[in-house]
């Protein structure tokens, strides 16, 4: 409890400290750089992240489309006769090259959605502390303005 009066009731959360934002960024990455005040930099850490997680995701869908495609033209394949099987031998050809590059694709997704994870952590370990923001912008402010309506209550937080 910082502050407490009739009108205002301010709580504070705890002090910046290096193992809370490092703590903060291994949970949610870019959160721990939020919390040291250096919101710009969290944002891009958790959107980076984000969107390699989702490219990840449709590089996996791919990957089951392309192998389903793999397992019909081989199944074609095998059951063609001697006229159109150099057609179908063909195709097979195809649909493993295009599961072949889909695997790449998702390999190099899920390479880079870790590479962002473990770099947005060890940037949390170095991030500047800065003086918290707090004094003038608590991280948990409630408030009771009285106007024209009567009373009501205001609750800010700020992660």
Do not use: C
Not at 22 to 36: K, L, N, Y
């Amino acid at each position: 409890l910082q502050e407490q009066g009739p009108d205002r009731l301010t709580l504070v959360a705890p002090p910046v400290s290096r193992t809370a934002v490092v703590w903060r960024s291994a949970v949610v990455p870019g959160a721990g750089q939020e919390f040291s005040n250096h919101r710009v930099r969290g944002f891009i850490w958790l959107g980076a992240t984000v969107a390699s997680a989702a490219g990840f995701v449709i590089a996996e869908h791919q990957v089951e489309r392309n192998q389903t495609k793999v397992d019909w033209a081989k199944a074609l394949a095998d059951s063609a006769g001697p006229a159109e099987q150099p057609t179908r031998l063909l195709e097979f050809g195809a649909r493993r090259n295009d599961l072949a590059a889909s695997e790449d694709f998702r390999r190099g997704f899920r390479i880079t959605t870790m590479l962002l994870y473990a770099a947005n952590v060890v940037d949390a370990a170095f991030v500047p502390l800065s003086t918290p923001v707090a004094a003038l912008s608590p991280k948990l402010s409630t408030s009771i303005p009285v106007d024209a309506n009567g009373p009501f209550i205001a609750v800010t937080l700020r992660f």
